[in-house]
């Protein structure tokens, strides 16, 4: 994976980040730096790691091999390591708590079982200069069904939600990485090579580091 | 300044009292755009506040003045005409004919980005500047979310992206002709509509851009895509693709997961650093000097439910000093995950800690735990579901 062109841009970005004179009140941080300090990344790992025993646990009576409810779990404790202040971290959150169907009847609107596509397609533009909005306006829908909870956003809070989204994603692809490759690393060695293996990932990670 | 023109909007306190002292009418929308959010107001408060500045200038205190004044001079000293146009300041086009102010004002060179002029007038203006008020306006001037006060700046920003040009104009339409009145406004650039609607929109679009800048700057190879519709298109691969990543990663995480060993995975992850870029097994190890003896034990237990139980002892003083170590982690079992009293294939079991900080979690080990590092955590299968603390321990170890 293009792994991460920016991830050392906390230092540049930083600039941008510094605190307001008291006038926004709440400025926040753009998601380069938010989301990229080691202090995130330890946070999720744990809550990863946590998540990951708890679905475990779980599963062992449920279901033999439950891959989406990992993909819940990490998903869920990125949610969590946003602390609830992005949309898409709350709509995760919630969603998972009450059935998006009880929220749905609540909010007194129906429930559209199957999103139809009759507003979907794109009608004929007039001229070149509304055929290119009408472009845009259908890739910020899409953006806004493929970020959870930002589907009917207007366009700047939805760009914002999108710019934190995709930070998180990055963190959470990291982090899982790691751990599956450390896992999968540990787990694969058998017990008495135990030793060994583990002094060849010790050098190559101090060699990296 | 440039400060107060864009903090006035946005509810700064200490602009709050400039547009206080001198006469204006619309005092209120400045408190209403205090106290509400910018996003909401922005658009009703927008041509008032316009107004207000208008109206205001003429008053200028003071102190308004002494932060002009040192800020007048460096710009004008500049050559490029850009530049000069943006330092002209107030004064500067106060002392000029007015249509030569026009001109001035009007200045038909800037780049098309209304955002980009404004940050690069901006920073361009505080560069030079060693006025008083530039220690603030860094921290204003680069905001992380410009469009917060672009909508302001965008005025200033097409002409005159200095602070001590006064974003005023009429609501009816003076366009760009009128300069004559001692206010200096800036407003739209040449050829641009001025009404209220083409203001609003342009603060819109810029709030947009703005935001779509930030996104490309997080999406690799965004920046050299120019266009809306692209940049779009690319940023919605991108984040399929980190989605499809994570739903592979967490299949991979599935199939590993039966046989790891949590306890150990979070001392792991407590002493190593995952900034190092991989997480290993090794790196933890060198940090608790305690689990290297003791590995074998643990690593023979993954899976396997038989073996362990000989271990127990061996098992049960890492443990203990896992337990401490991850009793600050769990608090997170509490917050979030409801899980049940379901029975552990795998003997070994872990967090202990689990049980001692959640009391509502139903899984055995709580139970057999206690104390933080009194009970050591013991494997507990479906047998002995729940039984007193300290006896299911024994209870276990008489099984085995």
């Not at chain 1, 898409?88 to 959150?93: C, T």
């Not at chain 2, 002493?271 to 590995?295: H, P, S």
């Not at chain 2, 590092?373 to 321990?393: K, M």
Request: aromatic share 4%; net charge positive.
């Amino acid at each position: 994976m293009a792994s991460v062109p920016s991830s050392s841009s906390s230092s540049p970005s930083q600039p941008k980040t510094r605190k307001k004179p008291g006038q926004n009140s709440s400025p926040a941080p753009p998601p380069q730096t938010k989301w990229r300090t080691g202090t995130q990344e330890r946070l999720y790992s744990r809550r990863l790691v946590d998540a990951l025993r708890a679905t475990r646990d779980r599963t062992q009576v449920q279901e033999s091999v439950g891959s989406r409810a990992v993909k819940e779990a990490a998903d869920s404790a990125l949610a969590l390591t946003a602390r609830g202040q992005s949309r898409w971290s709350r709509a995760i959150l919630f969603g998972r708590n009450s059935c998006r169907r009880k929220l749905l009847v609540k909010a007194g609107g129906k429930i559209r079982r199957h999103r139809r596509k009759q507003h979907g397609v794109p009608p004929v533009a007039a001229e070149p200069g509304v055929l290119k909005e009408q472009k845009v306006k259908e890739r910020l829908r899409k953006l806004g069904r493929l970020v959870p909870g930002c589907r009917k956003l207007p366009a700047a809070t939805l760009l914002e939600e999108a710019a934190d989204y995709v930070a998180a994603l990055e963190l959470q692809v990291r982090t899982m990485r790691a751990l599956a490759d450390a896992l999968s690393a540990a787990t694969v060695s058998a017990p008495e090579e135990e030793e060994t293996a583990a002094v060849d990932p010790m050098a190559i990670a101090e060699q990296g580091s | 300044m440039w400060k107060w023109s864009s903090d006035g909007m946005y509810s700064s306190s200490s602009a709050n009292h400039i547009f206080c002292s001198s006469e204006f009418r619309f005092h209120r929308s400045v408190p209403s755009s205090h106290a509400h959010s910018q996003q909401k107001h922005n658009h009703k408060h927008k041509q008032v506040t316009v107004r207000t500045h208008t109206l205001s200038s003429p008053l200028l205190s003071s102190p308004m003045e002494d932060e002009i004044q040192p800020l007048l001079n460096p710009t004008t000293a500049s050559a490029s005409p850009s530049v000069a146009t943006s330092g002209a300041s107030f004064t500067a086009l106060l002392g000029l004919p007015p249509n030569r102010a026009v001109e001035l004002l009007h200045e038909p060179t800037f780049p098309s980005d209304p955002a980009l002029v404004d940050r690069a007038a901006r920073f361009s203006v505080f560069a030079a500047a060693a006025a008083a008020s530039s220690a603030p306006s860094p921290e204003v001037s680069p905001p992380p979310p410009p469009p917060e006060t672009a909508k302001k700046r965008k005025d200033g920003a097409s002409t005159n992206g200095k602070a001590k040009v006064k974003k005023g104009k009429h609501a009816e339409e003076d366009t760009d002709g009128e300069n004559k009145l001692p206010y200096v406004h800036v407003r739209a650039r040449r050829g641009q509509a001025t009404d209220s609607h083409s203001l609003a929109e342009r603060a819109r679009r810029e709030k947009i851009n703005a935001r779509m800048k930030l996104l490309q700057e997080l999406v690799p190879g965004c920046s050299k895509i120019s266009g809306t519709a692209l940049v779009l298109d690319e940023i919605i691969n991108h984040v399929q693709y980190l989605q499809r990543q994570v739903e592979y990663l967490s299949m991979r995480l599935a199939a590993v997961n039966p046989r790891i060993d949590f306890s150990g995975l979070d001392t792991f992850l407590s002493a190593t650093t995952m900034e190092c870029g991989r997480l290993t097994i090794g790196n933890a190890k060198v940090g608790t000097e305690l689990d290297q003896q003791q590995q074998q034990p643990v690593w023979s237990e993954v899976g396997v439910s038989d073996s362990d139980r000989m271990n127990s002892t061996t098992n049960s003083k890492r443990l203990q000093i896992q337990l401490q170590q991850n009793q600050l982690q769990q608090f997170w079992h509490v917050d979030f995950l409801n899980t049940q009293n379901h029975s552990q294939p795998s003997v070994w079991e872990r967090d202990t800690v689990m049980g001692s900080t959640a009391p509502h979690v139903q899984r055995e080990e709580q139970h057999s735990l206690v104390g933080p590092g009194a009970v050591p955590l013991l494997s507990f299968d479906r047998v002995n579901p729940v039984a007193p603390p300290i006896q299911s321990n024994q209870q276990l170890k008489m099984e085995l």
